[in-house]
């Protein structure tokens, strides 16, 4: 059995944990509020706005695994400020284009997607290549759990218990060549699985698969998470199962789900909405209050599951999403305002 002490400045505690709680019928809400065309209102990207914080009510989807076996890790709870996210909004209010681009649409298409059998090939400028199926994701290394912070570019955020391990345990494994300069990631592109794949109208607009990806510093630094599950259960597949990115100092697009391939390469690779608008999008994507998207401030949040139904209290965005400490040396001597 593992202990970790838990930090003098550690001010998150167990007991602050917000229970699941029951979610609202975004539908029903707008029809009885007399909105017309509700479904294009909330597929755009764009829209941050508080419609987005309704959950379809449903029963919760059928996890494949429970209690995973794993040990807490709490080095990063300082960051925190708030109780947890409620489980039944974190699965229940998410982007995943691959399944649909409203809110509710990855909860409701992913339910059949099927995570058996499944490989994820880690190649490149390694050492050793390695292909490792579903089992491989949940024994090759000790699962831990750890509370981070989700900062969405659209100015919402939530609080969340992930359990997974660090990508440089797995990058470490298949050994990474000295002249190795950056990590690429990509999504499983299956179509009849994923219906937001079948075209570009149906995603979103972006080209499928969805790609990603780090810096070698940045996915060495410990931050830098693989997730497999989140409260004690397997990622539901609207979360990204079986596996994907965690890296919360950046905003949430760049946690890319589903990966099936992770290649280790010498260049900068391309990334899915840099690519789809690049004067939106950049490649770092690190959360920063003084630079704004260009049509919505970055300078607060809507934390969601806190406060009432049409709540519109705000708080402050933290630089790197509050991991300046662990990260902020990574891009000494970068203008953050451009290469953001």
């Not at 202990?3 to 167990?14: C, E, Q, V």
């Not at 004690?232 to 979360?239: I, W």
């Amino acid at each position: 059995m593992h202990f970790h002490k838990r930090p003098s400045w550690d001010k998150f505690k167990d007991c602050d944990v917000t229970p699941e709680q029951v979610f609202n019928d975004r539908r029903r809400i707008l029809k009885q509020m007399g909105f017309v065309g509700a479904g294009a209102l909330l597929s755009s990207n764009a829209n941050a706005g508080i419609f987005d914080l309704f959950g379809d009510k449903k029963d919760k989807p059928q996890f494949l695994r429970s209690d995973l076996p794993h040990s807490k890790n709490t080095q990063y709870d300082s960051v925190l400020n708030g109780v947890l996210t409620p489980e039944s909004k974190v699965i229940t209010h998410n982007n995943f284009y691959e399944f649909g681009t409203a809110k509710s649409d990855p909860a409701e298409n992913a339910q059949g997607f099927n995570v058996e059998p499944w490989k994820l090939v880690v190649d490149g400028l390694v050492d050793n290549p390695l292909t490792l199926d579903y089992d491989d994701l949940m024994k090759l290394f000790a699962l831990e759990e750890r509370t981070h912070l989700l900062r969405c570019v659209e100015a919402w955020s939530m609080v969340i218990p992930w359990i997974g391990f660090p990508l440089a345990a797995l990058l470490n494994k298949a050994g990474v060549k000295n002249k190795a300069t950056h990590v690429a990631f990509e999504t499983l592109f299956e179509p009849e699985q994923m219906p937001g794949q079948k075209s570009r109208l149906m995603g979103g607009g972006i080209h499928y698969p969805y790609v990603e990806g780090l810096t070698m510093a940045e996915a060495m630094n410990d931050l830098s998470f693989l997730s497999v599950g989140l409260y004690g259960k397997t990622l539901p597949p609207q979360n990204g199962a079986p596996i994907r990115l965690v890296v919360p100092w950046k905003y949430g697009f760049k946690s890319i789900k589903s990966i099936v391939r992770i290649r280790v390469t010498d260049r900068q690779p391309p990334t899915s909405w840099n690519q789809l608008a690049s004067n939106e999008y950049g490649f770092y994507a690190n959360v920063n209050p003084q630079v704004d998207h260009p049509r919505w401030s970055q300078a607060t949040e809507r934390r969601i599951g806190e406060g009432g139904l049409f709540s519109a209290k705000r708080i402050k965005t933290q630089a790197f999403n509050g991991y300046g400490e662990q990260v902020a040396d990574l891009y000494k001597g970068m203008d953050l305002k451009s290469d953001f």
